[in-house]
């Protein structure tokens, strides 16, 4: 078994590298847009109260925004490089850096790519996302394979979400305010199906308001541990890059080398944190009302890049605590809860609670939404309630299921998914770079 799982490690170990070196010739192709992309930032959000949404079936650029980003402001930025470290030693957090950095040039792509392409259909709606753009530079075949398999994994990423949320209800820390796993997972699944018949005019406000508030929580706690331990950093900041070039032992138990386990671990989690090269995020910049690509795609880069950084303060937090080495606690986010509780006692407990619910939720509900919009390429509107349903079941039963299996699982699952789609962006880049600046109507 331990050969099995070695030899997987090194397969994915692999497979990062590639990811890796895509992300960084798509940064190359486009002249290092990471460079370029604060000036536009800053002004689009100052105008969006300037910002008038003639269609019914669009919304504005920022709400499309704030909606990418609480899918990648989740569970995942938060426990992800936590795992990471657990399972791959603390150079992990250098592999999430470098998907965060290099990777926002692949998110720039895919909203670029995403609006140019995308059609008005014939009720009024607009169909975007990466199977429009597949469609047309590849091959409808590689669209619909992306459809597919986008359509699962997202239910699968909702399901990992729910997993931690209702693990963290469910935690002796709670004492008699703790939450059955059958009762929490059943009303998250109820919640999630509910507010996904609103469409994407609901999630998008929901994501506008929370946001934020849940940045802006996480953000505050995590400094004021962090400026708590100022004189650790460079102790930290040395663990880190020794511990990316010195053997490591991995979770099968072999010793391998420290560059392994950093890229294979920090690279797959930092993929499922910030998204990067897999697409999804532009399928609600692909709703956004605005007729500027280049525009769009520079303010969907702002959503990697946070959640690179709330990544990478996560996975400091838990250097700095030292939670990281307690084989005591339980992969997830108990190491997190652990933590906090350190400094904040039996508040940080709480406080933990409620982080995980806004990040959870709001994650649950920017997957579910950009699984639906891959599963209605296949269909048509009329049965996109059985995949809601569908999304919910896949919700609750994530709930029953240990931590370390669905994320193994979605390590395996983005395989699938991230490798043909990071092939069609690389190949795209030699045809269509052209479209980056492009201010004609899109319709």
């Known amino acids: 078994m331990s050969i099995l799982t070695l030899s997987a490690d090194y397969m994915l170990f692999g497979l990062s590298l590639f990811i890796l070196s895509g992300t960084i010739f798509i940064s190359y192709k486009t002249n290092f847009i990471q460079f370029k992309f604060i000036p536009t930032v800053i002004l689009m959000i100052r105008n969006r109260s300037r910002e008038k949404i003639k269609s019914g079936h669009t919304i504005a650029p920022y709400k499309a925004l704030f909606t990418a980003m609480s899918t990648t402001l989740g569970i995942g930025t938060i426990v992800g490089p936590v795992i990471a470290i657990r399972l791959g030693g603390p150079g992990a957090l250098l592999g999430f850096l470098l998907t965060a950095f290099f990777g926002s040039a ?19 709606e607009v169909s975007g996302g990466p199977m429009q753009y597949l469609n047309h530079l590849i091959s409808p075949k590689a669209a619909k394979w992306y459809a597919i398999f986008g ?15 209702a693990s963290i209800l469910n935690s002796p820390l709670l004492g008699k305010w703790s939450i059955p796993t059958l009762l929490s997972g059943t009303i998250i699944a109820i919640l999630v199906f509910i507010t996904l ?11 506008a308001k929370l946001v934020p508030l849940m940045f802006i929580i996480y953000i505050s706690s995590t400094c004021y541990i962090l400026f708590s331990n100022i004189d650790k950093f460079g102790q930290i900041f040395h663990l880190i890059f020794t511990s990316a070039f010195s053997p490591y032992a991995l979770a099968s138990g072999g010793l391998v080398g420290g560059i392994v386990g950093s890229l294979r671990f920090g690279i797959f989690k930092g ?6 090269g897999v697409g999804t995020q532009a399928i ?11 525009g769009q795609g520079i303010l969907g880069m702002l959503s990697t890049c946070t959640a690179g950084i709330v990544s990478f303060l996560s996975g400091f937090i838990a250097l700095i605590t030292g939670t990281w080495e307690s084989t005591d606690l339980a992969l ?3 190491m997190v809860a652990a933590s906090y509780r350190l400094y904040f006692s039996y508040f940080g407990v709480a406080m933990i609670v409620l982080i995980t ?15 639906s919009i891959c599963f209605l390429y296949l269909t048509n509107p009329k049965k996109l309630k059985i995949y809601y349903a569908a999304t919910a079941l896949t919700i609750f039963l994530g709930t029953l299921l240990e931590t370390k299996t669905i994320w193994t699982l979605i390590d395996f699952g983005l395989i699938f998914l991230v490798v043909p789609h990071m092939i069609a962006i690389m190949l795209a880049l030699y ?9 004609a109507p899109l319709y």
């Open 357 to 371: 619910f806004l990040f959870a939720f709001g994650t649950i509900l920017g997957n579910s939404y950009n699984g």
């Open 284 to 294: 609600p910049h692909s709703m956004a009302e605005t007729k500027d690509p280049h």
């Open 431 to 439: 045809n269509l770079a052209p479209f980056a600046k492009s201010k």
């Open 106 to 124: 692949a998110t720039y792509m895919e909203v670029v790519l995403s609006l140019r392409f995308r059609q008005k259909l014939p009720s009024g």
């Open 151 to 165: 359509s699962i994994l997202m239910s699968a990423w909702s399901a990992t979400q729910a997993n931690q949320l």
């Open 332 to 334: 997830g986010m108990s």
């Open 271 to 276: 993929v499922y944190a910030t998204e990067a």
């Open 197 to 207: 018949i609103g469409g994407i005019k609901r999630v998008s406000s929901f994501s």
